[in-house]
Nanobody, 130 residues
Framework: QVQLVESGGGSVQAGGSLRLSCLAS????????MGWFRQAPGKERGGVAA???????AYADSVKGRFTISKENAKNTLYLQMNSLKPEDAAVYYC????????????????????????WGQGTQVTVSS
């Protein structure tokens, strides 16, 4: 079981920025699919962004142009750069991974299907005040 630990959450004013990080316990990021999901109080958890092992990315419409997902394989770390934050972005943010071992991973249009990911972090809180 791969362990994922998120960090970088906090409280910001609307229009501000945060960068979230997700550190994996093992050297798995090179061939893993990775994603960010978020859950606001009383709401279902939904997809924010994802990145395939080869580097292709996908984003929810609500964050396109404002958020950027990236990774540094040598550091086993996934990032989510969040700019122009809105009160609607307030949520607990989770990172998730799907590691296929010897084969590369690319979920394509299925990137936001949570059941496909088999490793999850504990989440980091993001609050945005107006």
């Amino acid at each position: 079981q791969v362990q994922l630990v998120e960090s970088g959450g906090g409280s910001v004013q609307a229009g501000g920025s945060l960068r979230l990080s997700c550190l994996a316990s093992g050297n798995i990021y090179r061939r893993a699919c990775m994603g960010w999901f978020r859950q606001a109080p009383g709401k279902e958890r939904g997809g924010v962004a994802a990145i395939a092992s080869a580097g292709s990315t996908a984003y929810a419409d609500s964050v396109k142009g404002r958020f950027t997902i990236s990774k540094e394989n040598a550091k086993n770390t996934l990032y989510l750069q969040m700019n122009s934050l809105k009160p609607e972005d307030a949520a607990v943010y989770y990172c998730a991974a799907l590691y296929l071992g010897v084969v590369d991973c690319d979920l394509g249009s299925r990137w936001d299907r949570q059941v496909l990911y088999n490793s999850w972090g504990q989440g980091t809180q993001v609050t945005v005040s107006s």
